[in-house]
């Protein structure tokens, strides 16, 4: 029995988006202009990625995992009420208007806001790596290793993964393995 751990880098070699490419401003764009009728391209998209580069220029996260860790935690206090002012100065130049909105019916004000972003940030870094894994079977020949190493593993292998895209369930899914 053989135990396989892998980070998030193990589709890096397909091309994989890697932490500091995820919600990046040329990513987001390029996903945008793909999806221009969905809602990935709306003023929500749009605000959530002006207030990612934001964060990052405010020293407030360094990547978009840290940014989903600071989205998480918000709720346990003040200490990200840096974030809530940001979000709430982009989504005002945006027009979403109800983020955040001082009538709130229960929680804090901010919550409206808090919700969307919690909602929509990680169904853009989810969109970013089902985009890329979409477009890197178009190469078959670069998922010939991870086929390989797939058919390579016995029943009795553990694989535990950290990987944040789906290449790991994908190429087990290509060579008919659980």
């Known amino acids: 029995m053989k135990v396989w751990i892998l980070g998030a880098g193990f589709s890096a070699a397909l091309g994989g988006p890697l932490l500091p490419d995820l919600l990046a401003p040329a990513p987001l764009a390029a996903l945008r202009a793909k999806h221009s009728r969905s809602w990935m391209a709306d003023t929500g998209s749009l605000a959530v990625g002006e ?6 220029n405010s020293n ?28 709430t100065t982009v989504a005002k130049r945006y027009g979403l208007h109800s983020v955040p909105y001082p009538e709130a019916e229960s929680g ?34 670069t998922w010939l290793p991870y086929e390989r190493w797939a058919r390579s593993l016995g029943p009795e292998d553990v694989v535990i993964s950290f990987n944040y895209d789906q290449v790991v369930e994908t190429v087990f899914s290509q060579v008919g393995r659980p």
């Open 108 to 141: 804090p004000p901010w919550q409206f806001g808090y919700d969307f972003l919690r909602a929509r940030v990680p169904a853009l870094v989810a969109a970013q790596c089902m985009e890329f894994v979409q477009a890197s079977r178009a190469k078959v020949e």
């Open 51 to 56: 207030l990612y580069s934001s964060g990052i």
């Open 60 to 87: 407030l996260w360094s990547d978009a995992e840290a940014f989903l860790a600071c989205l998480t935690s918000i709720e346990s206090g003040d200490e990200h009420a840096n974030l809530m002012v940001l979000w």
